[in-house]
T-cell receptor, first 115, second 113 residues
Framework: ETGVTQSPTHLIKTRGQQVTLRCSSQ?????VSWYQQALGQGPQFIFQ???????GRGNFPPRFSGLQFPNYSSELNVNALELDDSALYLC??????????????FGPGTRLTVL | AQSVTQLDSQVPVFEEAPVELRCNYS??????LFWYVQYPNQGLQLLLK??????LVKGINGFEAEFNKSQTSFHLRKPSVHISDTAEYFC???????????FGTGTSLTVIP
């Protein structure tokens, strides 16, 4: 059983650019959540996808968008990057989804630096 | 909405001493509670969780936590820490009707030899 994987590990972009981060969920998991973890802070919920549909969103602007594919892998897209977007982006998968209390299994994260 | 407060940003403790990491939450609905650990340059790993039933929850690596509804707390304890326990610890809450996790700002545990 493979765990949650994320790519790339590190990424450097400049302000105004667009970025796509990728996540492969743990085998059998149909729900993926994305979090932003700024330096010295706890993870902040961005959004969650369940069976290819957005299923909850945190307090993030529309330039943060996502997709979930039929194999339950997921992408996080951020447009018009700002300096404050520099953070560790974490992906977490879970099953069966929808209900609270399901353990979320986290990937190692993608470190995004915006210059 | 829910929120989590971790009262101590840094906790130094000597090896083999006991430790308690404090977590308080706020919510208008029933919640589920979690503790995660994050080692340097890694993702988060679940230590333990409280869903219902016994208020004392035992997790991995000898950690345990007690849910106290009246004090809205979920403090994490270990009777004897090891060097390998040095890490960042996060408390999290989710509503029992929802799917969103709210994390605290974390407590950095440093075990001193």
């Amino acid at each position: 059983e493979t765990g949650v994987t994320q790519s790339p590990t590190h990424l450097i972009k400049t302000r105004g650019q667009q970025v796509t981060l990728r996540c492969s969920s743990q085998s059998g998991h149909n729900t993926v959540s994305w979090y932003q973890q700024a330096l010295g802070q706890g993870p902040q919920f961005i959004f969650q996808y369940y069976r290819e549909e957005e299923n909850g969103r945190g307090n993030f602007p529309p330039r943060f968008s996502g997709l979930q594919f039929p194999n339950y892998s997921s992408e996080l897209n951020v447009n018009a990057l700002e300096l404050d977007d520099s953070a560790l982006y974490l992906c977490a998968s879970s099953f069966p989804g929808l209900a609270g209390g399901d353990t979320q299994y986290f990937g190692p994260g993608t470190r995004l630096t915006v210059l | 909405a829910q929120s989590v407060t971790q009262l101590d940003s840094q906790v130094p403790v000597f090896e083999e001493a006991p430790v308690e990491l404090r977590c308080n939450y706020s919510s208008s609905v029933s919640v589920y509670l979690f503790w995660y650990v994050q080692y340097p340059n890694q993702g988060l790993q679940l230590l333990l969780k409280y869903l219902s039933g016994s208020t004392l929850v035992k997790g991995i690596n000898g950690f345990e936590a007690e849910f106290n509804k009246s004090q809205t707390s979920f403090h994490l304890r270990k009777p004897s820490v090891h060097i390998s326990d040095t890490a960042e610890y996060f408390c999290a809450v989710s509503a029992n009707t929802g799917n969103q996790f709210y994390f605290g700002t974390g407590t950095s545990l440093t075990v001193i030899p």
